[in-house]
C-alpha cells in the first residue's frame, strides 16, 4: 500500500471508530470500562509492576481514571505524560491524585510539572497504558495521527497494554515503519498476548 493510501486508510477508520466510541451509552460505556479494568488489575504484569503509566482519558476513550485510583490505591507509583511543548514529545510525570492535573490547552488533563516529579528512571519496573482508537491483532494501534506515543515506546523498556472496546478491535490495521505495536490487547471481551514475531512481522511499510 502507498504511504498516501495508508494515511488516507486511517484518517477513513479514525472516522468510523471515533463514531462507533460516540455512539456507546454512558450506562454501557461504564460496564466495558469496568471490564477492562478488572482484566489490567488481573494481569501479573500489573502486579509486578512497581509503577504504572498511563494516559488520562478524555469522555469518549477507554477509561483510565478508575485505574489511576486502583493503582494508587494499590501503593503503585502512577505517572502520566505530558506533551513538550513545540516537539512532538511526551514526558511522564509521578502524580499523587487527580487534583494534580490540569487542562491543557487541547484540553487533555496533564500533570501540573510545578508540583510533580517528571520520571527519569524505573521505567524497567514499570507498566505502560497505550490509548488507540483501535488495535490489531499483531498489536498495532490506530492513534490519532501525531505520534507521541509511536516515539515514547521506541525507547520504552517496561510492559506495554493497549486497551480499547471490543469493538475497536481489528484483525489488521494499516500500519507504518514507525507504528510501534504493544505487547497485551485488553478489551471488554478479551485479553491477547502478541507474541514477537506477530508484533513485528509485516511492518515494512512508511508514513
Do not use: H
Amino acid at each position: 500500500m502507498q504511504i498516501s493510501n495508508v494515511r488516507e486508510e486511517k484518517k477513513r477508520l479514525r472516522n468510523k471508530f471515533r463514531a462507533i466510541r460516540k455512539n456507546i451509552s454512558p450506562e454501557q460505556k461504564q460496564l466495558l470500562d469496568r471490564r477492562i479494568l478488572n482484566r489490567i488489575v488481573s494481569l501479573y504484569q500489573y502486579r509486578d509492576a512497581k509503577t504504572v503509566l498511563t494516559y488520562v482519558s478524555k469522555d469518549e476513550e477507554t477509561d483510565t481514571l478508575m485505574l489511576i485510583e486502583k493503582a494508587l490505591n494499590d501503593g503503585k507509583s502512577v505517572a502520566v505524560p505530558k506533551c513538550v511543548d513545540g516537539t512532538r514529545l511526551m514526558d511522564f510525570y509521578y502524580i499523587s491524585g487527580v487534583d494534580q492535573l490540569e487542562k491543557s490547552s487541547f484540553g487533555v488533563l496533564e500533570p501540573k510539572t510545578d508540583i510533580c516529579e517528571k520520571m527519569t528512571d524505573g521505567f524497567e519496573d514499570s507498566i505502560c497504558i497505550v490509548p488507540g482508537m483501535a488495535f490489531d491483532s499483531s498489536g498495532f494501534r490506530l492513534g490519532y495521527g501525531k505520534g507521541y506515543y509511536d516515539r515514547f515506546l521506541s525507547g520504552y523498556s517496561g510492559v506495554t497494554v493497549g486497551i480499547c472496546f471490543s469493538e475497536c478491535f481489528l484483525w489488521r490495521l494499516p500500519k507504518g515503519k514507525y507504528d510501534r505495536p504493544v505487547q497485551l490487547i485488553i478489551t471488554d471481551r478479551f485479553l491477547r498476548s502478541i507474541k514477537r514475531a506477530e508484533r513485528f512481522a509485516g511492518n515494512n511499510l512508511s508514513t
